[in-house]
């Protein structure tokens, strides 16, 4: 298969590099290396030429999650009309072994796949709160997921990450690309389109990347005000496959046996107003279209979103 690499960035000099060193050990190497860039003041244009990228550059205020990824599959595709599947990564990534990608990969060896994505580790420095979301949401035994799945697994059947992601061309320009007025979780989206549509979404525990955050807790608040939006939003997904209140307790459970177990009792008080932090932005996002655009453009993560 003919495979693009694409990274959205945004100043990204200072992890970059980790990135390009991993990815230049990598058993499969792809045929494309592009980089779509928010008009970067660092070193990240001279980083990607030296590691033989090419660079397309977009005006910060123009970035949108998904818009901007279906924009660059549009502009590849057309002037490499061999390329048959594209794998997304975000700049803070590394590759955690050198088969990682090829993993990834092997995943589109199944026809019936559209879409698959790898396991998320969370870094060495990385604190208990951030690990453990990693580790949750990752879990070690890779799956394969249809849309009979939604009564097991619910809104999670439709869970994907572009931080590390594949997806079949074919299949991407079968549902109508990335959707372009998302505020965030294009990726989801797109994964719940392609199950609708009876293709099938792998999880590869075996293809590890290295990618997680350590959210402080406004950073938290504006990201899960931003959940709020996209779930109001995009009501379909609910509909489908299932309301998200039931996952987000599993994580709470799973988060203080974590805590419990992992010599972080001391971090039990902060994680729980964490949470209900979480939730009242949660509960603030999905009333968005009851505020002022200058109350959400404050209280989002993401606001150039807010025109």
């Known amino acids: 298969m003919k495979v693009a690499l694409i990274i959205p960035t945004l100043n990204g000099a200072a992890t970059l590099p980790q990135l390009f060193q991993s990815l230049e050990t990598q058993t499969l190497q792809p045929q494309y290396r592009i980089i779509v860039d928010s008009q970067s003041t660092d070193q990240t244009g001279i980083l990607a030429a030296r590691h033989l990228f090419e660079v397309i550059p977009i005006k910060q205020c123009e970035f949108n999650h998904g818009g901007t990824r279906q924009m660059v599959i549009e502009r590849i595709c057309q002037a490499y009309k061999e390329i048959d599947s594209v794998v997304f990564m975000t700049q803070d990534a590394c590759f ?3 088969y990682s990608l090829a993993r990834l ?3 589109l060896n199944d026809e019936q796949v559209g879409a698959a994505y790898g396991r998320q580790l969370p870094r060495q420095n990385s604190g208990k709160l951030g690990s453990h979301a990693r580790l949750f949401n990752y879990p070690e035994v890779s799956s394969r997921k249809t849309l009979q799945d939604a009564s097991r697994w619910g809104i999670k ?11 079949r061309v074919s299949a991407l320009h079968g549902v109508g690309g990335f959707p372009d007025n998302t505020i965030l979780s294009e990726d989801m989206c797109l994964a719940g389109k392609m199950l609708l549509q009876g293709w099938s979404v792998y999880y590869c525990a075996d293809s590890r990347v290295y990618h997680s955050h350590d959210y402080s807790c406004s950073e938290e608040f504006r990201r899960y005000f931003d959940i709020g939006v996209f779930q109001s939003r995009e009501d379909w997904l609910r509909q489908t496959f299932g309301p998200a209140e039931g996952e987000g307790l599993r994580f709470v459970f799973s988060e203080m046996r974590y805590l419990w177990q992992q010599q972080g009792k001391h971090l039990i008080p902060a994680a ?6 979480k939730l009242l932005a949660f509960r603030l996002g999905k009333m968005e279209s009851w505020l ?9 993560m993401n606001k150039n979103y807010w025109h």
Do not use: E, Q
């Not at 059947?157 to 997806?167: D, E, K, L, P, R």
């Not at 002022?292 to 989002?300: A, F, H, M, Q």
């Open 96 to 98: 955690a072994d050198d």
């Open 105 to 107: 990969m092997d995943c």
């Open 157 to 167: 059947t439709a869970f994907i990450s572009n931080s590390f992601a594949v997806y």
């Open 272 to 277: 729980l107003m964490r949470t209900g932090l």
């Open 292 to 300: 002022p655009v200058r109350w959400k453009r404050w209280l989002s």
